[in-house]
């Protein structure tokens, strides 16, 4: 019996050692939600993310092309001691694996691909076909959220909620044929891409618990992409607000699927 209490004593001891141990050291996401991280959040939809994550006390690792003039974000920073910005190029593979190397050890429960560009509406029309711009938009749009998905594997496989969302968009459905009118041939080719990269990814990583999401936000009022859209949009609030609640229900059985902001699932 005396030798049980002492063990007992001995465990309670221990823990209350690590409680303290744990106190004083620096863990920087330990009175956060969580810890999410998001490219292209300068502006749009990724900066809409980046406030709505801060004001519920995430941690917030706001990266984008260039913190110099991130001046909202710089903002949103200094009344926000929980977001961090830091440089990142989605394209740019030395800056994707230094930062990732950078926050090694660090858990990421939500990562979010949300940088990308629609190209000139000109050059992407089958009367023009600019090869560089077509290189441009799938860099962007495709390559950049599997390089950076694939950089932050393990970040994300180390934290509580394992998530990994891309933002795609109805254009690359093949489905709704409303949308397959006309042009836009490399932004559609490009969240096409993304969406089978997904998929794909979400295969490949279910050993490791972790689940990919596709979130299309509908027409947003950002200034993204000179379609000529004269219909209803919504504003950068709205659709980020969509996507932290599509976030918070991600799932095993609605992941690697298009889901629109309103919750319905988009046919592909
Ligand atoms: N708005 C819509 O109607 C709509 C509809 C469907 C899908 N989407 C998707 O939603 C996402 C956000 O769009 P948005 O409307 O918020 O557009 P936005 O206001 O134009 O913002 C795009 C963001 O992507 C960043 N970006 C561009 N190239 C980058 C690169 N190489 N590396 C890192 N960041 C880069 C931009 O950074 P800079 O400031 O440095 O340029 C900016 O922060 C995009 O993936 C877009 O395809 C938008």
């Given at each position: 019996m005396a030798r049980i209490l002492r063990r007992v004593f001995l465990v309670l001891m221990l823990s209350a050692g690590i409680a303290t141990a744990a106190q004083g050291r620096e863990t920087p996401a330990a009175d956060t939600a969580g810890t999410v991280l998001i490219t292209g959040s300068d502006r749009g939809i990724g900066f809409e993310l980046a406030k709505q994550?801060?004001?519920?006390?995430?941690?917030?690792?706001?990266?984008?092309?260039t913190p110099a003039?991130?001046?909202?974000?710089?903002?949103?920073?200094?009344?926000?001691?929980n977001v961090v910005i830091e440089e990142l190029d989605v394209t740019?593979?030395?800056?994707?694996?230094?930062?990732?190397?950078?926050?090694?050890?660090?858990?990421?429960?939500?990562?979010?691909?949300?940088a990308g560009i629609f190209g000139d509406v000109e050059s992407q029309s089958l009367e023009e076909l600019d090869y560089?711009?077509?290189?441009?938009?799938?860099?962007?749009?495709?390559?950049?959220?599997?390089?950076?998905?694939?950089?932050?594997?393990?970040?994300?496989?180390?934290?509580r909620q394992k998530k990994i969302v891309t933002i795609t968009s109805g254009l690359a459905s093949m489905t709704l044929t409303e949308n397959v009118r006309q042009g836009f041939y490399?932004?559609?080719?490009?969240?096409?891409?993304?969406n089978i990269i997904s998929r794909t990814l979400?295969?490949?990583?279910?050993?490791?618990?972790?689940?990919?999401?596709?979130?299309?936000?509908?027409?947003?009022?950002?200034?993204?992409?000179?379609?000529?859209?004269?219909?209803?949009?919504?504003?950068?609030e709205q659709a980020a607000t969509a996507l932290v609640a599509f976030i918070e229900a991600l799932n095993p059985d609605n992941a690697a699927t298009m889901i629109n902001h309103d919750g319905t699932a988009m046919p592909w």
């Amino acid at each position: 019996m005396a030798r049980i209490l002492r063990r007992v004593f001995l465990v309670l001891m221990l823990s209350a050692g690590i409680a303290t141990a744990a106190q004083g050291r620096e863990t920087p996401a330990a009175d956060t939600a969580g810890t999410v991280l998001i490219t292209g959040s300068d502006r749009g939809i990724g900066f809409e993310l980046a406030k709505q994550y801060a004001l519920r006390n995430w941690k917030v690792l706001a990266t984008c092309r260039t913190p110099a003039h991130a001046q909202a974000l710089a903002g949103l920073a200094a009344s926000h001691p929980n977001v961090v910005i830091e440089e990142l190029d989605v394209t740019d593979v030395g800056e994707i694996e230094a930062l990732a190397a950078k926050y090694a050890g660090t858990s990421i429960d939500v990562l979010i691909n949300n940088a990308g560009i629609f190209g000139d509406v000109e050059s992407q029309s089958l009367e023009e076909l600019d090869y560089d711009d077509f290189v441009r938009v799938m860099a962007v749009n495709a390559f950049g959220p599997l390089k950076v998905s694939q950089a932050f594997i393990d970040h994300v496989a180390a934290s509580r909620q394992k998530k990994i969302v891309t933002i795609t968009s109805g254009l690359a459905s093949m489905t709704l044929t409303e949308n397959v009118r006309q042009g836009f041939y490399f932004y559609r080719a490009s969240k096409a891409s993304v969406n089978i990269i997904s998929r794909t990814l979400a295969a490949e990583l279910r050993g490791r618990k972790i689940l990919v999401g596709l979130f299309n936000p509908g027409v947003v009022d950002t200034g993204f992409g000179a379609t000529g859209y004269a219909g209803p949009r919504l504003s950068p609030e709205q659709a980020a607000t969509a996507l932290v609640a599509f976030i918070e229900a991600l799932n095993p059985d609605n992941a690697a699927t298009m889901i629109n902001h309103d919750g319905t699932a988009m046919p592909w």
